[in-house]
């Protein structure tokens, strides 16, 4: 009796070590492929978004019309208008559409204005100007906001709407 106790406590070591093998191996099946899951999947997918603002690269501009390489010389140069008065509005927290609350944008819009009166009006109506840039902003998607392309009709549109206000 003694040896069956023996041999049955022998018997039971090898199957404890084969279900951690086991575990072990479903543990590195599945991080493989989930890492070529991703590799396959996932890579091609960020990589044309990370790839589509360089293709959208402006042409350098020359300066050929003035029969100068680059610059120097003299002539008729416009003196720069005066700035203005810039007005930030800051920390406006944006949810694109079609994120569910899951996504959010921090963004910062400024404004330049003429004169230190029409800065004043928008001091005091910054509230109404916020809500009117949030609401543009919200309409637009992640892919909509990150599109270098789209920057100037999203530009026009946030014009539109302090336009209103």
Do not use: W
């Amino acid at each position: 009796m003694s040896e069956e106790g023996a041999q049955e406590g022998e018997q039971e070591a090898p199957p404890k070590k084969k279900s951690k093998l086991l575990l072990v191996f479903g543990l590195l099946l599945g991080l493989g492929g989930g890492g070529a899951a991703g590799a396959l999947y996932l890579a091609p997918m960020i990589g044309e978004r990370l790839a589509t603002p360089e293709t959208t690269e402006a042409e350098p501009e020359t300066h050929e019309e003035e029969g100068e390489a680059g610059g120097g010389g003299g002539g008729d140069h416009e003196e720069a208008p005066d700035p203005g008065v810039v007005h930030l509005v800051d920390n406006l927290v944006v949810n694109p559409a079609g994120s569910n609350g899951c996504r959010f944008l921090l963004a910062n819009v400024a404004f330049e204005t003429r004169d230190a009166s029409l800065d004043d009006q928008i001091t005091a109506r910054e509230f109404e100007l916020r809500d009117g840039l949030l609401r543009v902003l919200g309409l637009k998607t992640v892919a909509e906001l990150t599109d270098y392309a789209q920057r100037e009709s999203i530009v026009a549109e946030l014009a539109a709407a302090i336009e209103d206000v």
